[in-house]
C-alpha cells in the first residue's frame, strides 16, 4: 500500500525548519533548471478531504458537451490535434485528444491502437522537423478529465532548455514570430494527413 496523504503530512511536518518550509534542493547544480538566486519551496499545505474536480467532473461541464476546440489542425472521425491561439517561446506545443470523452486510463484496446499510432506519427514528424532536438510527450490531466497527451518540440542546441524544465521556457523564450509557427503547423499537419485524416490549417 502507498503512504496516504496523511502519513505523508507528517512526514513533512517533522522534516520542515522553523518557517514551516522543506528544504530547497540543490538546483543550482542542475544544468536543466530554469532560475538562479534564493528562491524558497511553498509550504506544503494539510491533505484535502477528497480530490478537487477536474473540468469536465462533478458540475464542471467539459468542453466536449458543447462544441470543438478551436486551433484544430489536424482531425480523424475519433482524434485531433491542436494547438492553442497564440506562439510561445517553444517551436511547437500539440495537443493529441480525442472528440469522446473519456480520459487515459478510459482507453479500450482499439483506443489504445489508435492512439499509439498517431502519438508514434505525431511524435516522429515533429522530432523530423529541421532545428527541434526533442519532442517530450506528457500526460497530467490535473485541470481537465478530458484526455490530452502534450507533444511538446524543443529547439535543438540551446543549453539549459531541456528535459521537463523546457515547457517552463515556453512563458521566458520571445514568441516564435507568427508566420514561421503557422508554417510549422502545417507541416506537422499535412505530414499527419498522409497517414490518416485531414489538415484543417
Ligand atoms: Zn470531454
Same mark, same amino acid.
Given at each position: 500500500?502507498?503512504?496516504?496523504?496523511?502519513?505523508?503530512?507528517? @512526514?513533512?511536518?517533522?522534516?520542515?525548519?522553523?518557517?514551516?518550509?522543506?528544504?530547497?534542493?540543490?538546483?543550482?547544480?542542475?544544468?536543466?533548471?530554469?532560475?538562479?538566486?534564493?528562491?524558497?519551496?511553498?509550504? =506544503?499545505?494539510?491533505?484535502?478531504?477528497?480530490?478537487?474536480?477536474? =473540468?469536465?467532473?462533478?458540475?464542471?461541464?467539459?468542453?466536449?458537451?458543447?462544441?470543438?476546440?478551436?486551433?484544430?489542425?489536424?482531425?480523424?472521425?475519433?482524434?485531433?490535434?491542436?494547438?492553442?491561439?497564440?506562439?510561445?517561446?517553444?517551436?511547437?506545443?500539440?495537443?493529441?485528444?480525442?472528440?469522446?470523452?473519456?480520459?487515459?486510463?478510459?482507453?479500450?484496446?482499439?483506443?489504445?491502437?489508435?492512439?499509439?499510432?498517431?502519438?508514434?506519427?505525431? /511524435?516522429?514528424?515533429?522530432? /523530423?522537423?529541421?532545428?527541434?532536438?526533442?519532442?517530450? =510527450?506528457?500526460?497530467?490531466?490535473?485541470?481537465?478529465?478530458?484526455? /490530452?497527451?502534450?507533444?511538446?518540440?524543443?529547439?535543438?542546441?540551446?543549453?539549459?532548455?531541456?528535459?521537463?524544465?523546457?515547457?517552463?521556457?515556453?512563458?521566458?523564450?520571445?514568441?516564435?514570430?507568427?508566420?514561421?509557427? @503557422?508554417?510549422?503547423?502545417? /507541416?506537422?499537419?499535412?505530414?499527419?494527413?498522409?497517414?490518416?485524416?485531414?489538415?484543417?490549417?
Amino acid at each position: 500500500m502507498p503512504e496516504s496523504a496523511e502519513e505523508i503530512y507528517v @512526514r513533512v511536518t517533522q522534516a520542515v525548519a522553523e518557517d514551516g518550509r522543506l528544504p530547497m534542493p540543490p538546483t543550482h547544480e542542475w544544468d536543466m533548471f530554469p532560475w538562479e538566486g534564493d528562491m524558497r519551496p511553498k509550504v =506544503v499545505q494539510p491533505p484535502l478531504a477528497e480530490e478537487s474536480p477536474r =473540468v469536465g467532473e462533478g458540475d464542471k461541464p467539459c468542453w466536449c458537451a458543447q462544441d470543438e476546440p478551436e486551433q484544430v489542425i489536424w482531425r480523424n472521425e475519433r482524434w485531433m490535434v491542436r494547438s492553442f491561439d497564440k506562439p510561445g517561446g517553444l517551436p511547437l506545443i500539440l495537443i493529441l485528444q480525442p472528440f469522446e470523452h473519456f480520459d487515459f486510463s478510459d482507453m479500450d484496446d482499439e483506443q489504445a491502437e489508435e492512439y499509439g499510432r498517431i502519438s508514434n506519427w505525431l /511524435h516522429r514528424i515533429m522530432e /523530423h522537423m529541421p532545428n527541434i532536438g526533442r519532442v517530450h =510527450v506528457c500526460k497530467w490531466g490535473d485541470g481537465t478529465a478530458h484526455m /490530452h497527451v502534450w507533444f511538446i518540440a524543443r529547439t535543438a542546441r540551446l543549453p539549459h532548455i531541456v528535459g521537463s524544465m523546457a515547457i517552463e521556457w515556453n512563458e521566458m523564450l520571445p514568441p516564435v514570430p507568427e508566420d514561421v509557427w @503557422r508554417a510549422d503547423l502545417k /507541416h506537422v499537419a499535412d505530414h499527419l494527413a498522409t497517414h490518416d485524416g485531414e489538415a484543417l490549417i
